[in-house]
């Protein structure tokens, strides 16, 4: 038989090389023009797709405003070193400028004693009971900022330990355990968003699998008739694998649109009360990165769903 | 070219379709398979073709013993085959020249290679002017030239046909048969199966005579 083919006129090694691009442009075509054809089925299973990968991907990008918002807290952080009470004013002013000369301190602001009573006295509405005291119970404050390369949690504690074995100060607080809260708060949502993603992730597949095997089902005559003429498994197999790379690609796409507008949404509500905070925080989209990650793995889901439903179903249908 | 040696075919439902078939063609040559419905004609051309597998002897097809083909062989092997169908098995959503293209999509040719060689199959059964159309709207006997036009535009060696005029009256069966022995004349290995004896009586082809799974014809005809 393989002298008999060799015989015949078959296309050269080239042409067949060729043709090999050839039949996968046209399978990758011919898949595209059957979605196209059946809009609204196609639109239904590329929505449910895109909402299972946008869902994650808008949670993790809250997550990262989020920790881009924590980050911003913890570097603004300060500490507040007491004086004690036996430290005057100027005493405490001339302590301020050395401390400023520490590498660890970016900044250091001084509030006097008279400046703290006068800001309790307006923010406590106490001013009464502070009257009636003959001498002001308020020590000096030297709110310390450090520089931006000790805004992480040990050389910070380092730098209130060092400040708290000045004799001057009676008690350094650095107020910090919030912000570590929350990012702690923030790791369970990690996790749980990863979990999230994990199962919506394993829908898609099984969405995409569903749907090519449906499809195969439909197409079971022109299946068992391309065999009939000699079509090998892979040339059966290849534009159900591309039809689930186009749903893959196309709910990808759709999910980078529905997160971007989704965030969109949220970014005037976000903004006001950012403002309400006398903060300018906005809310950053999803990067060129992000877009990326989604088509590739909407594109890789949509392959594995087709691949599975392909080599479950295909094999089983043969001419009788 | 085609050789079986005592052939037994028993499908799984128990129904021993062939018993001890022996069979030899050469290429180039043309004969008609005969025999009442349920005789087993369409069971010899699917073991032929690799749709069944026998249960018992050998068949070889263009020297290669049949038994010796895995899976992964059978496309390759349907591919020396050009096979027509009683009932035409045409892909409705294409157009008569998508559908004859088909085999030479299958086998990797050029695009302008394609056009050539399907035009040239269409012009050969009559249907040039409708390469466009869609099956559906064509005769019952334009559409079994269709699958005739997609069984030899491969230039297969060897043409399986299963009753192809069941479906047509006598001067369309007529004319289908005259495109078989065209196509013989031409150099294809040629077996139809056929209950339409006032017809091929007349073409003068050996046959094939098959009783209840058996032949009953002198075994050394064909
Ligand atoms: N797939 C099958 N499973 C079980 N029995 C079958 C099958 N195909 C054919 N048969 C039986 O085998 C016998 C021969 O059938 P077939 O080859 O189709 O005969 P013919 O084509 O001459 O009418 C019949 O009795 C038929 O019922
Ligand atoms: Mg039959």
Redesign the interface.
């Known amino acids: 038989?393989?002298?008999?083919?060799r015989n015949?006129?078959?296309?050269s090694v080239r042409?067949?090389f060729?043709?090999?691009g050839?039949?996968h442009a046209?399978a990758l075509l011919f898949s595209l023009g059957k979605l196209y054809r059946s809009p609204v089925a196609t639109l239904l299973t590329v929505t449910v797709i895109a909402i299972a990968l946008a869902l994650p991907t808008g949670l993790l990008l809250l997550l990262a405003n989020l920790e881009r918002l924590g980050g911003g807290l913890e570097s603004s952080t300060t500490i507040s070193a007491f004086t004690t009470q036996q430290v005057q004013d100027s005493a405490a002013a001339r302590l301020a400028r050395e401390i400023t000369d520490w590498p660890e301190v970016g900044a250091v602001e001084f509030r006097s004693r008279e400046q703290a009573l006068a800001e309790f006295r307006e923010r406590s509405g106490l001013g009464a009971a502070l009257d009636a005291l003959d001498e002001n119970p308020l020590p000096a404050v030297l709110l310390v900022t450090p520089t931006a390369a000790t805004a992480e949690p040990d050389a910070l504690a380092g730098l209130v330990e060092r400040l708290q074995a000045l004799p001057e100060v009676e008690f350094a607080q650095l107020d910090t355990l919030w912000v570590q809260r929350l990012f702690a708060i923030m790791n369970v949502g990690r996790r749980g968003v990863e979990v999230i993603a994990l199962l919506l992730g394993l829908a898609v597949l099984l969405v995409v699998g569903n749907t090519i095997r449906l499809d195969i089902q439909n197409r079971r005559?022109?299946i068992?008739?391309?065999?009939?003429?000699?079509?090998?498994?892979a040339?059966i197999r290849r534009p159900f694998l591309y039809g689930g790379l186009w749903y893959g690609l196309l709910g990808g796409g759709l999910a980078v649109l529905i997160v971007s507008v989704s965030l969109l949404a949220l970014q005037g509500p976000v903004s006001h009360l950012a403002g309400l905070y006398d903060s300018s925080f906005r809310l950053s989209g999803p990067g060129p990165l992000d877009v990326l990650g989604l088509l590739v793995a909407g594109t890789l889901l949509g392959l594995g769903g087709s691949w599975i439903a392909v080599g479950r179903h295909l094999r089983e249908i043969?001419?009788? | 070219m085609i050789q079986l040696q005592n052939v037994s075919k028993r499908y799984p439902s128990g129904q021993e379709a062939l018993s001890g078939v022996s069979l030899s063609m050469r290429p180039g040559d043309m004969a008609f398979l005969t025999g009442h419905s349920g005789a087993g004609k369409s069971t010899l051309l699917k073991l032929i073709?690799l749709?069944?597998r026998p249960s018992r002897g050998q068949i070889a097809?263009?020297?290669?013993n049949l038994a010796n083909l895995r899976r992964?062989g059978v496309?390759?092997?349907?591919?020396?085959i050009g096979?027509i169908f009683q009932d035409h098995?045409?892909?409705h959503d294409r157009t008569v020249f998508d559908n004859v293209a088909?085999?030479l999509?299958?086998?990797?040719?050029?695009?302008q290679?394609i056009g050539r060689r399907v035009r040239a199959a269409l012009d050969k059964v009559g249907l040039l002017h409708k390469e466009k159309a869609l099956p559906v709207t064509l005769s019952s006997g334009e559409q079994q030239r269709v699958g005739i036009a997609?069984?030899v535009v491969?230039?297969p060696?060897i043409l399986l046909a299963d009753e192809p005029t069941g479906n047509l009256d006598p001067d369309l069966s007529r004319e289908i048969m005259n495109l078989f022995l065209v196509f013989n004349q031409l150099g294809a290995t040629v077996l139809i199966a056929s209950h339409d004896l006032e017809l091929i009586s007349t073409l003068g082809k050996p046959m094939i005579r098959l009783h209840d799974g058996r032949r009953i014809d002198a075994t050394d005809t064909a």
């Open positions: 038989m393989k002298q008999a083919r015949r006129t078959k296309p042409s067949r060729g043709a090999w050839d039949n046209r005559e022109e068992v008739v391309t065999k009939l003429i000699g079509a090998t498994d040339f043969e001419p009788s | 073709a749709i069944e097809v263009n020297g290669q992964r496309p390759f092997h349907r591919r020396n096979i098995h045409l892909l088909l085999p999509v299958i086998a990797g040719y050029r695009p290679e997609r069984a491969n230039r060696p």
